[in-house]
């Protein structure tokens, strides 16, 4: 007779085990949630962010992804991908330097709740989040400057940013809204397909 595999094992030490993954993730969700809510509360009402929460949530996120991925290192390709991202924004003067650091720490929770596929999660965040920062600075640009105007001033832009040593265009294409709020709805997004397509 074949015995099932619980007897080989204490099952208190099973439960525990157990308990303590569902605690720690669990643990790591909250953190994750009360980064994202304090940083879409202060960036809305000051317009700023803390270095110290963007630090604190990056090491914790990283010893989370540690624990979810023991031993990988292709979270620096997530970290850098962000980075780039990131600063292509910033570059194009439609978010701050708050921004990017909150898009790092991101891009590494949400490489950290993904089973597989850590680039790709990574790519889908940058991509959807740098959507909606291009829809909003084109509802901005369109109010601004009519259609045509925005048209044709966005094509100026992007051939000074093709072109090495051109300098960009100084206009900040809007200043008051937080990309907090950005990197939010792209976190919501991609961590709901991440959860449908794995």
């Known amino acids: 007779m074949i015995r099932p595999p619980l007897q080989h094992m204490d099952l208190n030490e099973l439960l525990g085990i157990l308990t303590i ?11 994750f949630i009360s980064y994202v809510a304090a940083n879409l509360y ?6 700023r962010t803390s270095n110290f929460k963007h630090a604190v949530s990056l090491v914790a996120g990283l010893c989370f992804f540690n624990y979810m991925h023991e031993g990988s290192f292709i979270i620096l390709i997530v970290m850098l ?15 701050s330097p708050g921004d990017t650091k909150m898009f790092v ?13 850590l680039i790709q999660q990574a790519l ?29 001033e ?25 990309g ?10 991609t961590l709901l397909a991440g959860g449908l397509l794995t």
């Open 81 to 95: 991908i962000s980075l780039i991202f990131g600063l292509i924004l910033e570059k194009m003067k439609s978010s």
């Open 42 to 47: 202060t960036d809305i009402k000051y317009r």
């Open 124 to 152: 889908i965040f940058c991509i959807v989040t740098y959507a909606f920062q291009l829809l909003f600075a084109w509802i901005s640009w369109i109010k601004k400057k009519g259609f045509k105007n925005a048209i044709r």
């Open 21 to 31: 993954e569902r605690l720690i993730i669990i643990v790591a969700i909250l953190l």
């Open 154 to 178: 966005q094509i100026e832009q992007v051939i000074m940013l093709l072109t090495p040593g051109a300098p960009l265009g100084k206009e900040i294409i809007f200043e008051n809204w937080p």
């Open 180 to 189: 907090a709020v950005n990197m939010c709805l792209g976190a919501i997004l």
């Open 105 to 117: 720490v991101m891009s590494v929770w949400i490489a950290s709740f993904a089973h597989e596929n």
